[in-house]
């Protein structure tokens, strides 16, 4: 790096560059330091890596309109791409903006996930609910059996103590029954699942948490280039400039592309100058290969493009012939033609409202011994044609933004583009309307957003849908703002300058055409760089939800069931109606195998359809809660009738007591197709082909439980049943099943009536 010091120019490491140096810069350096522009010739200078924007004009004027940063600033990490210049070094190390971007890219943000919140909030409810029934429990059995057992009056203290110990350990067992403890594992277990099955639909996974957190999401913080764009500067339309002499041009406008430009490709990938790119680009989709035209010619002299000019011109031979080659902003370049086109004019306008960059060809055939000064503007040229120059949009997004306001999740965009490029892409995929563009605090530049105070930015932001000529902290700030006002933010991005804001966020979403600082950073990788991905992961956070919403319905019916009769045996006074070793076995199969049932439920695109929860919302909401107490109520009357009858009249038995633990189960069994219809539109058989984990999941249950009142003998209190028996238990039973589906099916065509 060539900096000044003492009076001389020295070569010193990038490293070495301290504040107050003076720092030389030419076409591929690298900036090395923040620093002040007091020389600028031509200077234009690569800024995507803080702004995402690959060319800015660089001048020693302090402001400049409609930029992202001041024009006489020159940042660490960009790239000089045209002209030199001279700076003064006011920042070195972390105290340089991308040195901002790396340390709050990398921060821990302490930011909790919905579900986190959601998750304490249920484990400490569960947890006293728990604690007070095992209590209570305990003291009644103890003191129902201080009553009525004669050894209380004995000195028989071993015995004693082996009675507290046994219902001690019952209380125990109903604090493990109570407290969903394969709550964590099913949630694990989903999130496992869904990584894998997100994948499938190129959402890299690469936090856990993303998965479900997706589904909360209520505001898309995006950027513009690379994510809404192609990040590909191509011709997105072209006029020629005389109809009447339309061969004349056509002929000559491939000379005049290929001849009088610096740029090339790699491919169909640009080198240099992007606007140049995109022309030969045009030029090979045209058939024209420009490199053999440029083999042919030989260029005389040129004048390459500066910002004061606006123009480029090159005095090129081709076959035998001279030619003066000239392009640049239409509006110099028109200055030069002999002849005016109020077409033409009317043609770049519509450009121009189309946020394209708009870019006219014209030349003239030179004499033999004809001389050109290059410092004069040339005149008397031959209009060949006008471009409009744009990033075109992906193909999928305004049907991906569709969907995503259909799911009630707002869509706002911060770019560092300018405002009327922004602006035209935002009415393009649907953000902004034509009403809206002239609306205060719809759209708003980066610079002024800056401006604001907190309490000023939280007032227009529930408006505020698109920022331009952003930079990399107001992204930032805007999420953080968002995030005070109760918004579970999605954040997109690809550069370096979309880091601390994909950090922050609660959810980061890189592209996996992306620089690895982005992905870093981020949550999930969208790996086919499509905005669609976003709405599928949405769909799959949505579903996740869901599936441990209907564990969680159908493990705590389980629970007050279970506690219920426990509670119940001890106010008629009959022993344990389920054993300890009973309990836990229903703990197993009601926890672990519906945890893997439901935690391998598919998504459904239904979610899509409806608002994103509040993340404030507990996860046990109202209708649920009615539902799982009457449905736990009910099957606590059936089976405290089952429990009464056998006490008081058919006399209590092993074989009763089996029928009992039996009929428990199967009640349960026959609930968990319900439980699979809840928050859906469709019946338990529905698609029962895409869920083969719940089949598996109903299968293992009726074999264990088979096999526990088969050879469970003494360990777990129960005797052989006969197959008549088992098949009217499971017939008595199965009303579970019928009237749930028929409950579900009038709930749902109220719904859908209303």
């Known amino acids: 790096m060539r900096v000044i010091r003492n009076g001389q120019v020295q070569l010193i490491a990038r490293r070495e560059v301290v504040v107050g140096d003076v720092v030389l810069l030419e076409v591929g350096d690298e900036v090395p330091a923040d620093g002040t522009l007091f020389d600028a010739n031509n200077l234009q200078i690569d800024e995507s890596s803080l702004t995402g924007e690959p060319l800015t004009t660089k001048s020693t004027v302090a402001q400049q309109h409609d930029a992202a940063y001041d024009a006489n600033r020159a940042l660490r990490s960009t790239m000089v791409m045209n002209g030199t210049g001279s700076m003064v070094v006011t920042a070195v190390g972390d105290a340089t903006e991308i040195g901002k971007v790396a340390r709050q890219a990398t921060e821990t943000t302490g930011v909790k996930t919905p579900l986190n919140m959601q998750l304490e909030r249920l484990g400490t409810f569960i947890s006293k609910i728990g604690m007070a029934v095992s209590v209570t429990a305990f003291v009644l059995f103890l003191g129902h059996d201080m009553l009525v057992n004669p050894v209380w009056h004995t000195d028989h203290y071993l015995k004693m103590a082996e009675i507290v110990l046994q219902y001690f350990m019952m209380a125990v067992a109903l604090i493990v029954m109570a407290v969903p403890e394969g709550l964590p594992m099913a949630i694990t277990l989903a999130l496992a699942l869904n990584m894998r099955r997100m994948l499938k639909s190129n959402n890299l996974v690469r936090k856990m948490h993303a998965c479900e957190t997706m589904g909360a ?7 513009k280039t690379g994510t809404l764009t192609q990040n590909k500067m191509q011709v997105s339309a072209m006029e020629y400039a005389d109809t009447t002499a339309q061969d004349t041009c056509e002929a000559l406008l491939p000379l005049a592309i290929a001849l009088n430009t610096t740029a090339d490709l790699n491919g169909t990938t640009g080198i240099g100058n992007p606007t140049e790119a995109s022309l030969l680009l045009w030029l090979l989709q045209q058939g024209t290969d420009y490199r053999t035209l440029r083999a042919e010619a030989v260029v005389a002299d040129r004048l390459p493009f500066s910002t004061e000019k606006k123009y480029m011109l090159s005095v090129v031979q081709h076959h035998g012939s001279r030619y003066l080659l000239v392009k640049g902003a239409p509006e110099i370049v028109m200055q030069m033609c002999a002849v005016q086109s109020e077409h033409l004019k009317q043609v770049l306008h519509q450009y121009q409202q189309q946020a394209m960059r708009t870019l006219a060809v014209a030349m003239r055939p030179l004499d033999a011994d004809e001389a050109v000064c290059l410092d004069n503007q040339p005149t008397d040229l031959q209009m060949l044609a006008v471009f409009g120059i744009a990033d075109p949009l992906r193909a999928e997004v305004p049907q991906a933004v569709r969907h995503c306001h259909s799911a009630g999740i707002h869509i706002k965009i911060i770019t560092g583009d300018t405002e009327a490029t922004a602006i035209e892409i935002a009415r393009r ?4 309307d034509g009403d809206e563009r002239q609306a205060q605090g719809v759209a708003i530049s980066g610079t002024e957003f800056a401006a604001l105070s907190d309490a000023e930015a939280l007032r227009i932001i529930p408006s505020l849908k698109l920022i331009y000529r952003a930079r990399p902290t107001d992204k930032q700030r805007l999420v953080n703002l968002l995030q005070q006002q109760g918004e579970v933010v999605a954040v997109t991005g690809d550069g370096t300058n979309d880091a601390p804001a994909l950090n922050h966020a609660h959810v980061g979403l890189s592209l996996g055409s992306g620089t690895s600082v982005a992905k870093n950073s981020s949550d999930i990788t969208l790996i086919d760089d499509s905005f669609t991905s976003i709405v ?15 564990f969680l319905y ?14 119940g045996g001890s106010v008629i006074g009959t022993e344990m109606p389920l054993t300890i070793t009973q309990i836990l076995w229903v703990n197993l199969i009601m926890d672990t195998f519906a945890a893997m049932a439901l935690a391998s439920l598919p998504p459904s695109r239904e979610v899509l359809s409806e608002k994103p929860r509040s993340a404030r919302q507990f996860i046990i909401t109202r209708p649920m809660a009615r539902s799982i107490l009457t449905t736990g109520i009910f099957f606590f009357v059936v089976m405290f009738a089952l429990l009464w009858y056998f006490e008081r009249w058919a006399g209590v038995s092993t074989q009763e007591l089996t029928i009992f633990f039996t009929l428990f189960v199967l009640l349960q069994w026959w609930n968990l197709w319900n439980v699979k219809t809840f928050g859906s539109q469709h019946g338990p058989f529905h698609h029962l082909a895409g869920n083969k984990g719940l089949l598996m999941v109903l299968v293992m249950i009726l074999v264990g439980q088979w096999l526990i009142v088969t050879f469970g003998g003494s360990m777990f209190r129960t005797v052989p049943l006969p197959a008549t028996t088992w098949l009217w238990m499971l017939a008595a039973t199965s009303p579970v099943m019928w009237v749930g589906a028929l409950i579900h099916y009038i709930q749902r065509k109220s719904r859908n009536s209303g």
Not at 217 to 223: A, K, L
Not at 429 to 432: E, F, P, Q, R, W
Not at 555 to 567: F, R, S
């Open 217 to 223: 999401v209520t505001v898309i913080c995006t950027d």
């Open 429 to 432: 995929i649907g953000v902004m």
């Open 536 to 550: 599928k992961a949405v769909m799959w956070g949505r579903s996740l939800y869901r599936n441990i919403q209907r």
């Open 554 to 567: 159908f493990q705590l019916v389980v629970n007050i069931t279970a506690l219920l009769l426990v509670i």
